[in-house]
């Protein structure tokens, strides 16, 4: 993985346990890679290809990965957590290429004829290694200068430092493992309690809440409440049918909305760049001793791009036979939306994948393109590479927290990519070989009884290609509508926060805290944060703000005991606060019960039964990739 020089194995800390080899060793890197991609990946596959092939969403395998590389690494002390991170990064990269089975199981439902199974797990590996340079590319955007939370990285930092260092441990174990259990009994009741699941609680739905705060929650309810309120007049005008949810034709709102915002961002960061490159010429370069574990190779970086496209490009006609026009294209579009699904991702825990792939057939189909399986290959560049390169950034998050090399965590993922490209293939042949009805096309036969393989996210993408060739004209002015929001709000906010009178204000009094409150929440809030409400039901947004809200709440009340909190939390890191490790504990809770049913799904039912039902599966939350 990496070759230090002897004597920085020399000087690296002995493990607790002699037969653990010492910190930045090849057999370290050995030790770690064998665990993360023989065990930990597989374990994160099987949850994820299980949930969306029943569900059509999954938790992302960061968490869950976190908890169990902790055990391995635990014998190392606090230095322990870089080695846990780079275990969960591969087991990631792993995890998150198993959930794109759906791709297979598409091409099933739509009669394309399948290719061999390595020119699929070639052309999948193809597109990860492109996912995984994009995000790289856009994590000093994302992570070091926007500062965006990525809640499930949040919350694996957190639970990296607590798990591997004995002093964190014992002061934070409380809250961790009672959220932790709060998880596992909230994603239990929803599965055995009709009543209960009727109401789309999500244990991690609330965790991510309590990560990122009321500013963020309440204007993505906000956004679902107003989209209930004018459903009725979207069905009127036709752009929704009768019983159809808001979020069919909110999701390409709220994208434009991103974009919006988006632009705004990136233009002034250009605009700084320009002024730093101007202030530097003809200085020396000087670096920066301080931050060398977020330095890498910009070169190398460019250049791994520019490969991975070149080699996509050349398997994408070659070998799939896709015309190259639509495979640039496609690859063009995908180099913006790994920056707006990262910051959506960064936000709210939730990475709009298959709003991507939908919004790739709709451009395509407007440019001309009438032939289904172009458009599904075509947009499976955007699933895979927004999936892997969402993943990058959240772990590059995890990484900002703990000072991980960066370089060294992006060798991890790109080997968790290859592994997670054949295990993409081999459980959506095994999955579907075992149980027949994932096979029949519930889109076009919406009474065939499905059972719980509700597939929901081959459904839309089933129904985007269904309609291919015809780009209607409402969805034409709703991501118009949506662009001019996400520009107007974003200026808008620019302007307000750039003002040193209004600053002062909000940091001077409680009027003023209570004005910038009311301001970004509910009169200005961030379309980055808005557009959560147009992703997911109405339900999911009234968790998230449960979480937020009373995440807040209880942080307010804590600063007004600052003195005793000083006192009592002088260990803790700044940001490990009782609500980001109850929060943390929540979405772990989920993801563990999440991995229990799809373990006990494949051994029992796709191994041992093949012909055999499954249990119902958990409502898993719809916070990570859907």
């Known amino acids: 993985m990496t070759t230090p020089s002897p004597a920085a194995a020399e000087e690296a800390p002995r493990p607790k346990f002699a037969f653990l080899p010492k910190i930045d060793t090849p057999a370290y890197h050995a030790l770690l890679s064998a665990v993360a991609i023989l065990v930990l990946g597989p374990l994160g596959g099987i949850a994820a290809a299980y949930m969306n092939f029943s569900l059509g969403f999954f938790v992302g395998g960061q968490v869950l990965a976190g908890i169990l590389g902790s055990a391995v690494t635990y014998g190392y002390g606090p230095e322990g957590k870089h080695g846990a991170n780079y275990m969960q990064t591969m087991a990631a990269s792993v995890a998150g290429m198993a959930g794109m089975g759906v791709l297979i199981q598409a091409m099933t439902w739509l009669g ?61 174990i409380g809250q961790l493992g009672g959220g932790t259990g709060a998880g596992v009994v909230f994603a239990a009741l929803v599965e055995k309690l009709p009543a209960v699941g009727a109401t789309q609680l999500s244990a991690s739905t609330i ?18 409440l107003i989209g209930k309120w004018i ?13 159809e949810s808001f979020r069919k034709i909110g ?6 909305m991103i974009l919006g915002a988006a632009v705004v961002d990136m233009s002034l960061i250009a605009v700084e760049a320009v002024r730093r490159v101007r202030a530097q010429a003809g200085k020396p370069m000087e670096a920066d001793a301080k931050d060398a574990w977020k330095q890498v190779n910009p070169k190398r970086l460019v250049a791994w791009i520019v490969f991975w496209a070149a080699a996509l490009v050349a398997v994408s006609t070659l070998v799939m036979g896709q015309p190259i026009t639509f495979t640039i294209f496609a690859i063009l579009l995908t180099s913006v939306f790994v920056l707006i699904n990262g910051i959506s991702l960064g936000i709210s825990d939730s990475n709009p994948i298959s709003s991507a792939f939908v919004i790739a057939v709709l451009l395509m189909s407007g440019l001309g393109l009438k032939d289904p399986r172009v458009g599904l290959m075509s947009a ?27 370089t060294v965590q992006f060798r991890y993922q790109s080997i968790g990519i290859l592994m997670g490209a054949v295990l993409c293939v081999v459980l959506a042949q095994t999955f579907m070989k075992a149980y027949p009805v994932l096979t029949i096309n519930s889109f076009a036969d919406p009474k065939a009884d499905v059972g719980q393989w ?7 993408f089933v129904g985007a290609l269904q309609d291919i060739g015809y780009l209607p004209t409402y969805k034409v002015k709703a991501l118009a509508i949506g662009l001019a929001i996400g520009i107007g709000t974003e200026i808008l906010r620019k302007v307000i926060h750039a003002s040193e009178r209004y600053k002062n204000f909000v940091k001077g009094s409680k009027e003023g805290f209570a004005t910038g409150f009311v301001v970004d929440a509910f009169l200005l ?4 944060a808005s557009s959560f409400g147009g992703f997911v039901e109405l339900m999911v947004c009234v968790w998230f703000a449960v979480g937020g809200v009373g995440s807040s709440a209880y942080n307010t009340w804590q600063k ?7 006192k009592d939390g002088e260990d803790l890191p700044e940001d490990m606060s009782t609500t980001s490790l109850v929060g943390g504990g929540l979405i772990a809770g989920e993801a563990l019960y999440a991995l229990a049913v799809g373990l006990h799904g494949l051994f029992s039912n796709v191994l041992l039964k093949p012909a055999a039902a499954t249990p119902p599966p958990p409502a898993a939350p719809p916070t990570s990739q859907s």
Request: aromatic share 10%.
């Open 525 to 528: 809030p961030s379309p980055y």
């Open 560 to 566: 007004s005991m600052a003195a005793k909190q000083k």
């Open 454 to 460: 509700q597939s929901a996210m081959t459904f839309k």
């Open 380 to 406: 499976s560049i955007l699933l895979v590479a927004c999936s892997v390169g969402g993943d990058m950034q959240q772990d590059r998050s995890t990484g900002y927290r703990l000072g991980t090399n960066r």
């Open 112 to 172: 394309i004829p399948m290719p061999p199974w390595h020119h699929l797990a070639l052309y999948f590996a193809c597109i990860g290694m492109f996912g995984v340079g994009l995000g790289m590319v856009y994590t000093p955007i994302l992570v070091d200068r926007l500062k965006l939370d990525y809640p499930s990285g949040y919350a694996v930092a957190n639970i990296l430092r607590a798990l591997t260092d004995k002093r964190l441990l014992k002061r934070s």
């Open 251 to 256: 999701f390409l709102i709220a994208l434009a």
């Open 231 to 243: 459903t009725p007049y979207l069905v009127s005008i036709g752009w929704l049918k009768e019983g």
């Open 207 to 224: 965790g991510a809440g309590m990560v990122v705060g009321a500013r963020i929650a309440i204007p993505a309810l906000l956004m679902g």
